[in-house]
């Protein structure tokens, strides 16, 4: 085994033993685990990329333009832009880079994504949030799942995207972990039955 795999295993033993150990309920159980493939995880930020590049164009054009007309001080405005546009451009390299760091744990009430960087960072998914479901197939065994998108707000009103901790990306043993999903959505789906009266 290389040191890479050694690694990850290592990460995986450290994720499930702290869901074990301080995050389960009484009566809930681990259904399933798994960690993100990082390619996979940088394709999921390319439209945020795209977006980011046009942002960081006009930024630089803005800032351009008001050095050549006015000197220095009228640049500093656009910078912020700039920044901003950097980032969203860099989005695809901090997911691949975070994908390194997380762990995926599946149990009958949840979905568990923890990031290890000297202490977890936790997110948590239930089945109530899986506003877009999304199965996809990559190769054999192999893919992503979506769950939810994250809405932002601005002055135009929300816009909807998909980030890094709204679904299961590039993971292995996709089949485990869609079955895992879908006994979470069904136990969810009985929950929210109204209770049947006799008459």
Not at 167 to 191: N, P, Q
Request: charge should be positive.
């Amino acid at each position: 085994m290389t040191p890479r795999r050694l690694q990850n295993q290592k990460r995986a033993e450290n994720a499930l033993y702290h869901v074990q150990t301080k995050m389960l309920q009484p009566g809930e159980k681990v259904a399933w685990q798994g960690q993100p493939d990082a390619f996979e995880s940088g394709k999921i930020a390319v439209p945020e990329a795209l977006f980011g590049m046009l942002f960081l164009g006009f930024a630089v054009i803005w800032v351009t333009i008001s050095y050549n007309l006015e000197g220095i001080v009228m640049t500093l405005p656009g910078l912020p832009f700039a920044a901003v546009g950097l980032w969203k451009m860099l989005g695809p390299v901090r997911n691949y880079l975070r994908a390194g760091h997380t762990d995926y744990v599946i149990t009958n009430r949840q979905v568990i994504i923890l990031s290890d960087r000297g202490e977890y960072t936790v997110v948590i998914i239930t089945a109530d949030q899986f506003s877009e479901y999304e199965r996809t197939d990559r190769a054999p065994g192999f893919g992503n799942i979506k769950l939810r998108y994250t809405i932002h707000w601005s002055r135009k009103g929300p816009s909807a995207t998909i980030e890094f901790a709204d679904g299961l990306w590039g993971i292995r043993g996709i089949e485990g972990a869609a079955a895992a999903i879908a006994t979470l959505r069904a136990a969810h789906h009985e929950t929210k039955e109204p209770p049947q009266h006799g008459k």
